[in-house]
């Protein structure tokens, strides 16, 4: 389950009760980068492509944003 934390700027995926943060950080901004250093503002909705991209619509940003996943 991916989770668009649009209160902390983030990308988080939920594995059973684990949460972890693929991206995203605490502040609003338009970044590209790996995980903790890449930057997003109103992060509100997300599709997979397949298994290990995810595209984000970053509607604080106006763009679309691709993630690779682990």
Same mark, same amino acid.
């Given at each position: /389950? #991916?989770?668009? @934390? ?6 988080? *995926?939920?594995? !059973?009760?684990?949460?972890?943060? +693929? ?6 901004? /338009? #970044?590209?980068? @790996? ?6 503002? *109103?992060?509100? !909705?997300?599709?997979?492509?397949? +298994? ?19």
């Amino acid at each position: /389950l #991916v989770l668009l @934390d649009s209160a902390t700027y983030r990308v988080r *995926l939920i594995s !059973g009760d684990q949460v972890t943060t +693929l991206a995203g950080g605490t502040t609003s901004r /338009l #970044v590209d980068g @790996d995980g903790g250093s890449a930057g997003f503002s *109103l992060p509100r !909705g997300a599709a997979f492509a397949d +298994l290990n991209t995810l595209y984000v619509v970053d509607t604080g940003n106006h763009a679309l944003r691709r993630l690779s996943l682990p």
